[in-house]
Structures are given as structure tokens and as C-alpha cells.
């Protein structure tokens, strides 16, 4: 990789971007689905809470491969790193646990 595109500055700006625009999208087409009726009874909750609890496994187990892989070649180089895996696994799995409550109402 070009150094500029390995500084945390630029990799906190894609990221901001794509989060950004993911809640963009989502948020701009909520208004539409509430209304549309088709929408309502295409989906099923379940199915989607499943999904969703796939999604967040699968992340959770990319992340501790790509904290294992962290460990081997930059340990000790880049602390601030770490500390924003450990903060994203911890918010998948406070996911997790919000998608079992939200599941039991269903």
C-alpha cells in the first residue's frame, strides 16, 4: 500500500463515508417502506433476525482473525488500532444481545 492511504486519518474518513452513506440509504427509504403495504407483508421478521444474527457472527469472527493477524505484525506499533477493534467487537456483540431481545417480541 501508498503510506497515505495506511494513516488513520484517511481510514477513518472511508469509513465515516461509508457509514455515512448506509444510514443515508437507510434513512431515506424508511418513510417509503412505512407506507408501502407490499413491503409489509414480504418480509418476515424472523427470517430477518436470523440473517441479521449470521451477519453478526460472521463479523465477529472476521474480527478476531483480523486481531489475531494485528497480534503477529503490528502489536506494538499502533495502539489506537486495537483499541477501535476491541471497541467494534464490543458493539456486534451488544448487537447480538439487542437482536435476541428485539427477537423476543416478536
Do not use: P, W
Given at each position: 500500500?501508498?503510506?497515505?492511504?495506511?494513516?488513520?486519518?484517511?481510514?477513518?474518513?472511508?469509513?465515516?463515508?461509508?457509514?455515512?452513506?448506509?444510514?443515508?440509504?437507510?434513512?431515506?427509504?424508511?418513510?417509503?417502506?412505512?407506507?408501502?403495504?407490499?413491503?409489509?407483508?414480504?418480509?418476515?421478521?424472523?427470517?430477518?433476525?436470523?440473517?441479521?444474527?449470521?451477519?453478526?457472527?460472521?463479523?465477529?469472527?472476521?474480527?478476531?482473525?483480523?486481531?489475531?493477524?494485528?497480534?503477529?505484525?503490528?502489536?506494538?506499533?499502533?495502539?489506537?488500532?486495537?483499541?477501535?477493534?476491541?471497541?467494534?467487537?464490543l458493539t456486534i456483540v451488544i448487537n447480538y444481545f439487542s437482536m435476541n431481545k428485539?427477537?423476543?417480541?416478536?
Amino acid at each position: 500500500r501508498i503510506g497515505e492511504y495506511k494513516s488513520i486519518g484517511f481510514i477513518s474518513t472511508m469509513f465515516s463515508i461509508s457509514l455515512f452513506s448506509s444510514f443515508y440509504t437507510i434513512l431515506s427509504s424508511l418513510e417509503i417502506l412505512k407506507k408501502d403495504r407490499f413491503f409489509a407483508k414480504c418480509v418476515d421478521f424472523k427470517i430477518f433476525c436470523f440473517e441479521h444474527k449470521m451477519r453478526i457472527c460472521l463479523s465477529i469472527i472476521l474480527n478476531v482473525i483480523n486481531s489475531c493477524l494485528f497480534a503477529v505484525n503490528d502489536g506494538d506499533k499502533n495502539i489506537s488500532t486495537l483499541v477501535l477493534i476491541i471497541i467494534y467487537l464490543l458493539t456486534i456483540v451488544i448487537n447480538y444481545f439487542s437482536m435476541n431481545k428485539l427477537q423476543k417480541y416478536v
